[in-house]
Antibody, heavy 121, light 105 residues
C-alpha cells in the first residue's frame, strides 16, 4: 500500500520561498508509470492543482503558478519536493502531495494527509 | 479549459438518488475523474475515465458522459456519502471543478 507524507515548515514569511517534501513509502517512486503531484486547498475553498513530476524528471505546472513553482525528485530518498517562491497570504493553504497513475488517465489515486502552510509575518 | 460543477450545494435525504453535473468549456473526451472529500481529509478517487469505478468504491456511485457534459450519480445516498464532491479534467493540465457539497436534508 503506497503512502505519502508531506513535511516542511508550517509558517512561511511573505516574499519567502515555501518548501515542502513528500516521502513515499510502500513502493519505489521510480517504478511504474506515475506522476508525483502537488495540490493545494485554501481553507473552505476548492482544490488547486499545482504541478507534477515524472520519474524521468519531466514536469508540468499550473500556468497560473508556473513562474513561481519548482518540483523536483530525489529517487535515492524516495522523495519529491515543492518550492513556491515569493509567497503571499494567498498561498496559505493545506498542501497535499499525491500520485497520478497512467492506468487511470492520471487521476489521483493516492494522497498524503495534507499539511497546512500559513504565510504570515 | 474551465470546469463548472452544479449545483454547488445540495440538500438530500438518506436513500435519495443524487446527480451532480460537471460541464467542460471544451471537449475533453472521457478524461474526467470524480473525487469525494470529507472535512479534514484528503480527497478520495471515486471514478476515472468518466465512468470507471475505482477499486473499492461502492457500486451505488456511477459516472457517465463524454465531451463536455458529465454526471456523477449516487443511486441511494448513504449517511457516509455526505461530503463534498469534485470533478477533475485530465485532458490538458489537470483542473478541478468548484465542488458540490452534499448535506443532510
Amino acid at each position: 500500500q503506497v503512502q505519502l507524507q508531506e513535511s516542511g515548515p508550517g509558517l512561511v514569511k511573505p516574499s519567502q520561498t515555501l518548501s515542502l517534501t513528500c516521502t513515499v513509502s510502500g513502493g519505489s517512486i521510480s517504478s511504474g508509470s506515475y506522476y508525483w503531484s502537488w495540490i493545494r486547498q485554501p481553507a473552505g475553498k476548492g482544490l488547486e492543482w499545482i504541478g507534477r513530476i515524472y520519474t524521468s524528471g519531466s514536469t508540468n505546472y499550473n500556468p497560473s503558478l508556473k513562474s513561481r513553482v519548482t518540483i523536483s525528485v530525489d529517487t535515492s530518498k524516495n522523495q519529491f519536493s515543492l518550492k513556491l517562491s515569493s509567497v503571499t497570504a494567498a498561498d496559505t493553504a493545506v498542501y497535499y502531495c499525491a500520485r497520478e497513475g497512467s492506468y487511470s488517465n492520471y487521476a489521483i489515486d493516492y494522497w498524503g494527509q495534507g499539511t497546512l502552510v500559513t504565510v504570515s509575518s | 479549459i474551465q470546469l463548472t460543477q452544479s449545483p454547488s450545494f445540495l440538500s438530500a435525504s438518506v436513500g435519495d438518488r443524487v446527480t451532480i453535473t460537471c460541464r467542460a468549456s471544451q471537449g475533453i473526451s472521457s478524461y474526467l475523474a470524480w473525487y469525494q472529500q470529507k472535512p479534514g481529509k484528503a480527497p478520495k478517487l471515486l471514478i476515472y475515465a468518466a465512468s470507471t469505478l475505482q477499486s473499492g468504491v461502492p457500486s451505488r456511485f456511477s459516472g457517465s458522459g463524454s465531451g463536455t457534459e458529465f454526471t456523477l450519480t449516487i443511486s441511494s445516498l448513504q449517511p457516509e456519502d455526505f461530503a463534498t464532491y469534485y470533478c477533475q479534467q485530465l485532458n490538458s493540465y489537470p483542473l478541478f471543478g468548484g465542488g458540490t457539497k452534499v448535506e443532510i436534508k
